[in-house]
């Protein structure tokens, strides 16, 4: 069965950015509905959890078609929200020489980089999420709907921003590039430079 995996901060901790209440339900309720979900879609297919959530979603191919929707969804679901709690974090700071090298490659500079991933954040319709991914040797930015994951397509997430409005709107409201401005403050680079390392 999968498991919500406990976050390396307190709820608190990412005060003022996102919000202590956002946090606890996002994790507690969000997070653990999609586990519960995917957990239900496949107990009557439970040799796939022997599948560790990257693999399952690497291939949905591999999941019978009764239940392929629900774990594309739910199964999605848990694996978007695990890595975006690692690539969040209280420590903030900037990213380092190595990180900002190859933003610099694929974007210009580091506010390339930023001015086009708030672009695609702002201009993503509707629920979903915004990517810094690895396809084969470049960087770039993409978006997916709803609990699509950039693993299905075989690219490598480095970085994502969580776009429901559950992740943002009991503090921001209607205010979503307020979000995605504070998001710039909480990013974990020595996630994010691990994963460009391919670590
Ligand atoms: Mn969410």
């Known amino acids: 069965m999968y498991e919500i995996p406990s976050l390396r901060y307190k ?7 996102i919000d202590e209440e956002t946090m606890r339900l996002h994790h507690t309720k969000h997070h653990q509905t999609y586990v519960d979900k995917l957990n239900a879609a496949l107990e009557s297919h ?10 399952l979603l690497r291939d949905l191919n591999q999941v019978p078609e ?6 594309r969804n739910h ?9 975006f709690w690692t690539v969040i974090g ?40 915004t990517w810094l991914v690895k396809n084969n040797d470049r960087l770039e930015i993409v978006t997916s709907a709803n609990q699509d994951t ?14 429901w409005e559950h992740a943002y709107y009991l503090k ?21 430079e ?4 391919g670590e």
């Open 11 to 17: 709820y608190s901790d990412l005060e003022p950015y």
């Open 46 to 55: 439970s040799d796939l959890f022997k599948l560790s959530i990257e693999d």
């Open 66 to 71: 009764q239940a392929r929707t629900a774990v």
């Open 75 to 83: 199964g999605g679901g848990h694996y978007n929200h695990s890595f």
């Open 90 to 129: 209280p420590s903030g700071g900037a990213p380092r020489e190595q990180t900002i090298a190859a933003l610099d490659k694929f974007f210009n500079s580091y506010d390339g980089f930023k001015e086009k991933f708030s672009a695609a954040a702002a201009n993503h319709f509707g629920s979903g999420w």
């Open 150 to 163: 950039p693993l299905s397509e075989g690219q490598v997430p480095i970085l994502t921003l969580d776009l």
């Open 172 to 192: 921001y409201q209607n205010r979503r590039a307020e979000y995605i401005e504070a998001f710039f403050k909480i990013i974990n680079w020595d996630e994010v």
């Open 194 to 197: 691990k994963r460009i390392a």
